[in-house]
C-alpha cells in the first residue's frame, strides 16, 4: 500500500505519502479481527524487537479509538485523543523508524487523514530575520496536517535561548497543536539528557505532550536479535561463528562506549550491510555458488562497523 515520494527541502524533508485504496471509513471493518482485535497492531510492528512498552500503547490509543465509536453510537460523551508525543533514546534505538511506522498505522486505524511522515530538524523551522521563523513553521505544520510532524533533535530550537528565533518556533508549533482544527501529530525527538534539559527550560511543554516514550538503548541479546531479524528480512543467515563474532564484539562496544556514542540496531544495520558488500566480493571470485552460500555470512564476511 502506498507510494513513497521523497521531497528535498534543504535535502533534509522526508515525505512518505499514502494513498488510500479501499475506501472503507468504517475502521472496525478495516483494522479489527473478532477474534483477536489487537492482531494487527501485533503484526505490524512484530519486526521491531522489544518495545513491549510502546506496542502497549498503540494498542491502548487503538482501543480507545474503537470505544470511543461504539459510545458515540449510543449518545455517549465521546472525547478525541490528543496523540502528540516525545520520544526519548539515543542513537538508534528506533526513534524515526517508529515515528515513520506510526503515521501508517494510524493511517489504517483512521487516526490520521493521510498518513504521510514528515521530517525535520532545526533548520527547517528557524528563519534569519523577524516573521521568518513563524512563517516556515506555520508552512511546515499546514503540510503535515492529516499526518505526522518529527521534528529530529528538538532541544536544538532552544540552543541560543531568548533571544533565538528558535523560541519562536517552539511558540509557532505550541499555537498549532492546542488548535481543535489541526490534525496533526506532533513528535519531538531526542536524546534523553537533552530532551529533558530542553522541557525544562520551556515549562508547560511537556503537558502538551501526553504520550512519552523511552526508547532504551538494547541489550546485546536484542541487539543479536535485531542482527537475525535484519538478516532474515534480506534472505541472508548469519552463520553460528558469525554470530559468536558479533556478539563478542557488541559485548566489548558496550562497555567501552558510552551510552550515547554508540549507535544501538544503526550499529547493527551497518554491520549487516558491510558484510552483505564483503561476501557479494567474496562469491564474485567463484564461478558457481549454491542457495545455501548465497545466503550464508560467514565469520570472515562480518565486518565490523567501527
Ligand atoms: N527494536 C528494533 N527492532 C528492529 N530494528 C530496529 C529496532 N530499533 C531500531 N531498529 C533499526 O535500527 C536502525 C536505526 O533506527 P532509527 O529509527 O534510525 O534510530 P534513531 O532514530 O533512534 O536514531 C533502523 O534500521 C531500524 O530499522
Ligand atoms: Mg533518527
Avoid: C
Wanted: zero cysteines; proline letters at 2%.
Amino acid at each position: 500500500m502506498g507510494s513513497q515520494v521523497s521531497l528535498n527541502k534543504n535535502g533534509q524533508i522526508n515525505i512518505v505519502l499514502h494513498e488510500r485504496e479501499n475506501l472503507v471509513l468504517d475502521s472496525n471493518e478495516q483494522f479489527r479481527n473478532e477474534n483477536d482485535p489487537f492482531q494487527k497492531i501485533d503484526q505490524e510492528f512484530s519486526s521491531f524487537i522489544g518495545m513491549n512498552r510502546l506496542k502497549e500503547t498503540i494498542k491502548e490509543i487503538y482501543a480507545n479509538l474503537q470505544i470511543n465509536e461504539r459510545r458515540e453510537r449510543v449518545g455517549l460523551k465521546a472525547q478525541k485523543q490528543v496523540l502528540h508525543m516525545l520520544f526519548k533514546g539515543n542513537p538508534g534505538t528506533g526513534k524515526t523508524t517508529v515515528a515513520r511506522k506510526l503515521a501508517e498505522v494510524f493511517y489504517d486505524m483512521n487516526v490520521l487523514s493521510k498518513g504521510h511522515f514528515i521530517e525535520a530538524e532545526r533548520a527547517d523551522l528557524v528563519g534569519e530575520y523577524i516573521g521568518h521563523t513563524a512563517q516556515k513553521t506555520k508552512d511546515l505544520i499546514n503540510k503535515a496536517m492529516g499526518g505526522i510532524l518529527f521534528i529530529d533533535e528538538a532541544y536544538s530550537l532552544a540552543r541560543g535561548g531568548e533571544k533565538d528565533f528558535g523560541k519562536e518556533a517552539i511558540d509557532t508549533l505550541v499555537k498549532h497543536m492546542e488548535d481543535s482544527h489541526s490534525e496533526f501529530i506532533l513528535i519531538l525527538a531526542g536524546y534523553p539528557n537533552e530532551m529533558d534539559h530542553f522541557l525544562s527550560l520551556n515549562p508547560g511543554l511537556a503537558s502538551r505532550f501526553p504520550i512519552v516514550m523511552d526508547f532504551d538503548d538494547y541489550s546485546v541479546d536484542q541487539l543479536l536479535e535485531i542482527a537475525r531479524q535484519m538478516t532474515i528480512d534480506r534472505e541472508y543467515q548469519l552463520t553460528k561463528e558469525a554470530e559468536w563474532k558479533l556478539k563478542d564484539y557488541l559485548i566489548k562496544q558496550k562497555q567501552e562506549r558510552s551510552n550515547s556514542s554508540f549507535a544501538n540496531a544503526r550499529f547493527v544495520r551497518n554491520t549487516i550491510e558491510k558484510s552483505i558488500r564483503k561476501h557479494a566480493v567474496r562469491l564474485m571470485k567463484k564461478s558457481q555458488y549454491s542457495t545455501e552460500e548465497l545466503m550464508l555470512i560467514t565469520r570472515n564476511d562480518l565486518t565490523l562497523e567501527k
